[in-house]
């Protein structure tokens, strides 16, 4: 097989086929082999694997999932590259293209229907336009996942792993913390990619853990919760929750709950940790519905 992650090639393909990369769709092709193969070991794909690979571009990393895993669920929303993947993956027969926006896939289905419902593994090099939409998608869905092992901006990577207290901890902090276990697995410079990106990428595999990290009675109402407080950063946790068009809660009962998880009524919502959000949480009604 003829693999196409190097330069050569990348533009060979891209020649044949008259294909321009789309700046909208986040295109930026690896052309580097050393970094498609960390991507794919980190992700420890086996023959009992389903891979769901999002944006799989020309088939450069598609090539190596089709290699290492059952099954491949390609999911691309650029009409022109079918032709591009039907001739680069001819070879493959355990690949499946849909052409659709992941985020209108119904990855619960997905699941159902080629995996009986067991956990999938999913591997990308992500679109960098709406990397936090896919991966809030992919955990806020609750489709059975093992892990997801993807390129990010390195910025984007800091705010997954940062704490409380940091200007970059956030929503995204949060969800992906309550949800996985976060490795990083290589730092990618710009020249890994053709076109080269203006920023820095890291790979970085979530491991999803059997259970949340914390328990809480309203899962729903914490990330209503959390995204109140961050929505408004410069405000105080007790201002950001007040004005929340989503929340329905009177400034007493939004001081009281502050105060029940000892915290001062001038706490900001980047001060809590991902316990003290579940407590805040409590301290509301669980039945409220969202
Ligand atoms: N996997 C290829 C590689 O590594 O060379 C391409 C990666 S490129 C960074 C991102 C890919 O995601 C592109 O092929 C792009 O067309 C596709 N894409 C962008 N937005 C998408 C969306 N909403 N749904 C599915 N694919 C998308």
Redesign the pocket.
């Known amino acids: 097989m003829a693999y196409l992650g190097n330069p050569g090639k990348?533009k060979e393909v891209m020649q044949r086929h008259d294909f321009a990369v789309?700046k909208k769709?986040?295109?930026?092709?690896?052309?580097d082999e050393n970094i498609?193969k960390k991507i794919v070991s980190a992700a420890e794909i086996t023959k009992d694997d389903m891979v769901l690979?999002?944006?799989?571009?020309?088939?450069?990393?598609?090539q190596y999932l089709c290699e290492a895993a059952r099954e491949v669920v390609a999911?691309?929303?650029?009409t022109k590259?079918l032709p591009v993947l039907e001739d680069t993956l001819s070879e493959y027969s355990n690949v499946t293209v849909i052409n659709?926006?992941?985020?209108k896939v119904d990855i619960v289905s997905l699941a159902k229907e080629k995996n009986g419902g067991k956990p999938i593994k999913v591997v990308?090099?992500?679109?960098?336009?709406?990397t936090t939409p896919?991966i809030m998608g992919l955990f806020e869905s609750h489709a059975p996942l093992k892990s997801i092992t993807i390129?990010i901006q390195s910025e984007v990577a800091d705010r997954m792993k940062a704490s409380p207290g940091s200007k970059i901890y956030g929503a995204l902090s949060l969800a992906v913390q309550y949800y996985s276990d976060i490795e990083i697995v290589t730092e990618v410079p710009p020249s890994c990619?053709l076109p080269a990106p203006k920023v820095g990428s890291t790979v970085v595999n979530l491991l999803r853990c059997e259970e949340p990290k914390v328990k809480v009675n309203n899962e729903s109402l914490m990330f209503a919760l959390i995204r109140a407080s961050f929505n408004q950063r410069r405000k105080t946790l007790a201002n950001g929750l007040k004005n929340a068009p989503m929340l329905n809660f009177s400034r007493e009962q939004i001081l009281e709950a502050i105060e029940a998880i000892g915290k001062k009524p001038t706490v900001r919502g980047e001060e809590l940790t991902l316990e003290e959000f579940a407590k805040l949480s409590d301290c509301f009604d669980s039945s409220t519905s969202l």
């Open positions: 990348t789309k769709f986040g295109q930026n092709f690896l052309i498609l690979e999002i944006g799989p571009g020309i088939g450069t990393m598609t999911v691309e929303i650029d590259l659709q926006d992941i985020l990308a090099n992500l679109p960098y336009y709406i896919i390129m990619f």
